[in-house]
Each structure stands twice: as structure tokens, then as C-alpha cells.
């Protein structure tokens, strides 16, 4: 039986999943990734060379699980934004910038002179932001901008020339257009450097002897473009109605909703990613479970949440944050976390902020609708908070639309399934 493989990579670790052709998980590995290197506050870089390298031990284990089954394709999602510039040959000429660098907050000034009203790049932590600043170390204008899942996608088959039209949008790809736009050549940036972009799921070539004898798969299997590591967790989801959304409820918490039309604001961090003929609406908030695991441990919760009131709100009105500053569904760099009071029982305080962070997705959901978005029909619950069952109540009474835990989590199911799209349609 066929098998189709997704790899994950993160921010701390790399996944693989294997399914059959019903969509049926038979195999997975996985293997952590060291932490990003931080040299400086705002900035988060990683060796590409780690990638490769956990990449291999990973492929190396599922192709033995699979060992009696035939691999029809692989697909890779990543990080979003993780940029690097290499040679021609994929040669890393620069360490990796991750997601969360704002080491191009230097370049927002150019920036706000050329790109267009709303478009994505407008960040410090945008693609074409890190791009024009990796560029300014270089001694050579020979080299090419990859985004993390590109450079994997390219050390898997040989052929550097390609990326998805999600990882592309904030490095200034039209998705209405489908085109790279003129107004890029104004920063010195040409086609000469900028991946070929195909649409999600596209094969773009097949293993290559080098990746065949570094995994111990089988030279020639179909190499399928990937995704980021959100889209790949909302298609894991198994949404396919406009309308229909998922919260992603890990460190922070990330809103994705099926649109019939594209919403792009980025003085609230609204962008859209095309999905064939129709359009993934995305923001995301600071606010999230690192706030709660900065005061509770993941014991004390577990402890703690059966005891929870939904029912019986606690009237706390807070803003969880870990410092100041919110994205959305509030764009404001000095926005303050709302923590007081606290009351002296630890579970009214953790159901406060539990109560917190669901109106935050509620006002998030309200904001995607202004902006153009549908309105929730239903919403799926991914990540870390998506099986504690209270929450669950507390965020469905105040969206007032069914919330359920998707019955996959994993972002490699959804790219695994990219994988399967890519050959067989």
C-alpha cells in the first residue's frame, strides 16, 4: 500500500507522519531541535545545517517503518518567515532567521517608502525585512532567498528554485496576481534571487541520489511543495467549508477562518493565503499559553481545571500578556497585560485567564468579520489547550458556535495529505 509522508519542521523539533491513502496515520518519528540562538534580544537564528541533519535521523526511522510499503510522495511545511540566503548550490551564506527575528526592524523605514498600503512585508519579522538585511553582510550578489521549507525542499531533490505560495507572502508575493510584484525592483530585488513559486501541493521534482543515500529511501520518490507550519495544522484539521476556523491554542493563539475572498490589514496582522480558489484569513495574538505556563505549572493546571466553573464566570476582565505589546486583534506595541487582581485562589485566577484569552479570540473573530472575513460557523481547536474541556465551554459560550477538538493535531497529517494531493490529485 502507498504510503505519504509530511514532515514538520518547527521550532524546537522536527515530525514525520506516514498515511495510507484513506488518510490513515501508519508511522511517525520525531526528533527535538536545539534551541534558536539569541545574540541579541530581537534577534532568533539557527545552523540550516541542523535542519538537514535532524531531518535525516527522522526520514531515516519512518522509511524503516514503511519499509514494506511503497512512498508515493513527500511534502514539507515550515516555519513561516524563517529565512535564509544561500549560493546556488544550496551553500548556507547566512545563519537561518526565525520566525519571531525582528532583525530587519531597521529596514520598516524603506519599507513603509515601497511596498503597498497593507501588504505583509510591513514587519520587522517580515521575509522581505530579513531579506534586506541578511543582504547587507554579503560580499557577493549571487545568491538566492529561501525560506526554511524551500532549502529542505531543495537538499531533497537537487533543485533550489522552488517555493509554495504560502511561505512567499511576506517576502511580497502577490497571491491575487500570483505574481512577484514590480514594485520589488525598487529594493534591488529581482527574479534572479526569488523562488519560482507554484501553488501548494505541486510536484516539483523527485529524491535525489544524495538525499536517497543520506535517508536510505529510494532514489526518485516525488517531491511535493509544502506549506507554513499554521496551514499545514488547519488542513490537518480536515476544514474545508468557507467559514469554518480554527484557534490554534499553544504558546500564543493563532486564528484561521475559510474565506471566498482574500483580507489583508496589516496594522492588525491580517494577511491571506491562497487555497486554490479560495483564501485561509489568519491573525495572530501575543496572548496565549505561555502566559499561563509563566505562572502555573503543566501539573498545577491539569490539577486545577476540573475544578473550573464555566458556568459561573469569574468577572476578572483580563488581558493576558507576557509583557506589553499585542499584534492582534489589538495593534499596539505598548499595549498592557490586564492581570489584576489576582484573587488568592489560584483556580479563579487560572479560570480568569482562561476567560481572558477566549475573549481575545472572540474579538478576534469579530475583527476577521469587519475586515471582510465570514462569520464562524463552527471552530476547530488545535495545539496544547484544545482538550481541556472546560476552556472548551468557556471559549463556545462566548463565540456562540459549536468549538471542537479537531481529532488531528499534528501539522505533518496536514502536510502528509499535501503530499498525497501532489500525486494522485
Same mark, same amino acid.
Given at each position: 500500500?502507498?504510503?505519504?509522508?509530511?514532515?514538520?519542521?518547527?521550532?524546537?523539533?522536527?515530525?514525520? %507522519?506516514?498515511?495510507?491513502?484513506?488518510?490513515?496515520?501508519?508511522?511517525?518519528?520525531?526528533?527535538?531541535?536545539?534551541?534558536?540562538?539569541?545574540?541579541?534580544?530581537?534577534?532568533?537564528?539557527?545552523?540550516?545545517?541542523?535542519?538537514?541533519?535532524?531531518?535525516?535521523?527522522?526520514?531515516?526511522?519512518?522509511?524503516?517503518?514503511?519499509?514494506?510499503?511503497?512512498?508515493?510522495?513527500?511534502?514539507?511545511?515550515?516555519?513561516?518567515?524563517?529565512?535564509?540566503?544561500?549560493?546556488?548550490?544550496?551553500?548556507?551564506? +547566512?545563519?537561518? @532567521?526565525?520566525?519571531?527575528?525582528? !532583525?530587519?526592524?531597521?529596514?520598516?523605514?524603506?519599507?513603509?517608502?515601497?511596498?503597498?498600503?497593507?501588504?505583509?512585508?510591513?514587519?520587522?519579522?517580515? !521575509?522581505?525585512?530579513?531579506?534586506?538585511?541578511?543582504?547587507?553582510?554579503?560580499?557577493?550578489?549571487?545568491? #538566492?532567498?529561501?525560506?526554511?521549507?524551500?532549502?529542505?525542499?531543495?537538499?531533497?531533490?537537487?533543485?533550489?528554485?522552488?517555493?509554495?505560495?504560502?511561505?512567499?507572502?511576506?517576502?511580497?508575493?502577490?497571491?491575487?496576481?500570483?505574481?512577484?510584484?514590480?514594485? #520589488?525592483?525598487?529594493?534591488?530585488?529581482?527574479?534572479?534571487?526569488?523562488?519560482?513559486?507554484?501553488?501548494?501541493?505541486?510536484?516539483?521534482?523527485?529524491?535525489?541520489?544524495?538525499?536517497?543515500?543520506?535517508?536510505? @529511501?529510494?532514489?526518485? *520518490?516525488?517531491?511535493?511543495?509544502? +506549506?507554513?507550519?499554521?496551514?499545514?495544522?488547519?488542513?490537518?484539521?480536515?476544514?474545508?467549508?468557507?467559514?469554518?476556523?480554527?484557534?490554534?491554542?499553544?504558546?500564543?493563539?493563532?486564528?484561521? *477562518?475559510?474565506?471566498?475572498?482574500?483580507?489583508?490589514?496589516?496594522?492588525?496582522?491580517?494577511?491571506?493565503?491562497?487555497?486554490?480558489?479560495?483564501?485561509?484569513?489568519?491573525?495572530?495574538?501575543?496572548?496565549?499559553?505561555?502566559?499561563?505556563?509563566?505562572?502555573?505549572?503543566?501539573?498545577?493546571?491539569?490539577?486545577?481545571?476540573?475544578? @473550573?466553573?464555566?458556568?459561573?464566570?469569574?468577572?476578572?476582565? =483580563?488581558?493576558?500578556?507576557?509583557?506589553?505589546?499585542?499584534?492582534?486583534?489589538?495593534?499596539?506595541?505598548?499595549?498592557?497585560?490586564?492581570?489584576?487582581?489576582?484573587?488568592?485562589?489560584?483556580?479563579?485566577?487560572? &479560570?480568569?485567564?482562561?476567560?481572558?484569552?477566549?475573549? *481575545?479570540?472572540?474579538?478576534?473573530?469579530?475583527?476577521?468579520? &469587519?475586515?471582510?472575513?465570514?462569520?464562524?460557523?463552527?471552530? =476547530?481547536?488545535?495545539?496544547?489547550?484544545?482538550?481541556?474541556?472546560?476552556?472548551?465551554? %468557556?471559549?463556545?459560550? #462566548?463565540?456562540?458556535?459549536?468549538?471542537?477538538?479537531?481529532?488531528?493535531?499534528?501539522?505533518?497529517?496536514? +502536510?502528509?495529505?499535501?503530499?498525497?494531493?501532489?500525486?494522485?490529485?
Amino acid at each position: 500500500m502507498k504510503r505519504y509522508i509530511g514532515i514538520d519542521l518547527g521550532t524546537s523539533g522536527c515530525r514525520a %507522519i506516514a498515511i495510507d491513502d484513506t488518510g490513515t496515520l501508519r508511522a511517525s518519528a520525531s526528533r527535538p531541535l536545539p534551541s534558536p540562538e539569541k545574540p541579541q534580544t530581537h534577534q532568533r537564528r539557527q545552523d540550516p545545517e541542523t535542519w538537514w541533519r535532524t531531518l535525516v535521523e527522522v526520514l531515516t526511522e519512518i522509511g524503516r517503518a514503511c519499509s514494506d510499503n511503497t512512498i508515493a510522495a513527500i511534502a514539507v511545511d515550515g516555519t513561516s518567515s524563517t529565512l535564509l540566503l544561500s549560493d546556488h548550490q544550496g551553500k548556507p551564506l +547566512t545563519p537561518a @532567521l526565525m520566525y519571531n527575528d525582528s !532583525s530587519g526592524k531597521g529596514q520598516l523605514g524603506l519599507l513603509n517608502t515601497v511596498a503597498p498600503e497593507g501588504s505583509p512585508v510591513l514587519s520587522a519579522s517580515s !521575509s522581505l525585512a530579513k531579506l534586506l538585511h541578511l543582504r547587507q553582510s554579503l560580499s557577493t550578489d549571487r545568491y #538566492l532567498v529561501r525560506h526554511q521549507a524551500d532549502w529542505i525542499l531543495g537538499r531533497l531533490c537537487g533543485d533550489y528554485r522552488y517555493s509554495d505560495e504560502h511561505n512567499v507572502l511576506k517576502l511580497g508575493y502577490d497571491p491575487i496576481q500570483r505574481q512577484w510584484p514590480p514594485w #520589488l525592483t525598487e529594493l534591488q530585488v529581482d527574479g534572479e534571487v526569488l523562488p519560482s513559486v507554484v501553488p501548494c501541493a505541486t510536484m516539483i521534482g523527485e529524491l535525489c541520489r544524495q538525499a536517497a543515500e543520506a535517508t536510505g @529511501l529510494p532514489q526518485g *520518490i516525488p517531491i511535493v511543495a509544502g +506549506t507554513t507550519d499554521g496551514n499545514a495544522a488547519f488542513l490537518a484539521t480536515g476544514a474545508n467549508e468557507i467559514g469554518e476556523a480554527v484557534s490554534s491554542l499553544g504558546s500564543t493563539l493563532v486564528l484561521k *477562518i475559510l474565506a471566498d475572498k482574500p483580507v489583508f490589514a496589516a496594522e492588525f496582522g491580517v494577511y491571506s493565503h491562497r487555497l486554490g480558489d479560495r483564501w485561509l484569513v489568519s491573525g495572530a495574538s501575543n496572548s496565549g499559553g505561555a502566559v499561563l505556563t509563566s505562572y502555573f505549572s503543566n501539573e498545577e493546571m491539569a490539577h486545577m481545571t476540573p475544578e @473550573l466553573q464555566p458556568e459561573q464566570p469569574t468577572g476578572l476582565d =483580563y488581558y493576558p500578556l507576557l509583557s506589553p505589546g499585542e499584534r492582534f486583534p489589538h495593534n499596539d506595541a505598548g499595549y498592557q497585560p490586564r492581570l489584576q487582581p489576582r484573587p488568592a485562589d489560584d483556580r479563579r485566577f487560572f &479560570q480568569g485567564m482562561l476567560e481572558g484569552i477566549a475573549a *481575545i479570540e472572540a474579538t478576534g473573530y469579530r475583527l476577521l468579520r &469587519q475586515l471582510g472575513a465570514p462569520k464562524p460557523r463552527c471552530v =476547530y481547536s488545535i495545539g496544547g489547550g484544545a482538550l481541556n474541556e472546560p476552556w472548551r465551554r %468557556i471559549r463556545q459560550q #462566548l463565540l456562540s458556535v459549536p468549538v471542537i477538538p479537531a481529532s488531528q493535531q499534528e501539522a505533518a497529517f496536514g +502536510t502528509a495529505l499535501l503530499a498525497m494531493r501532489g500525486v494522485d490529485g
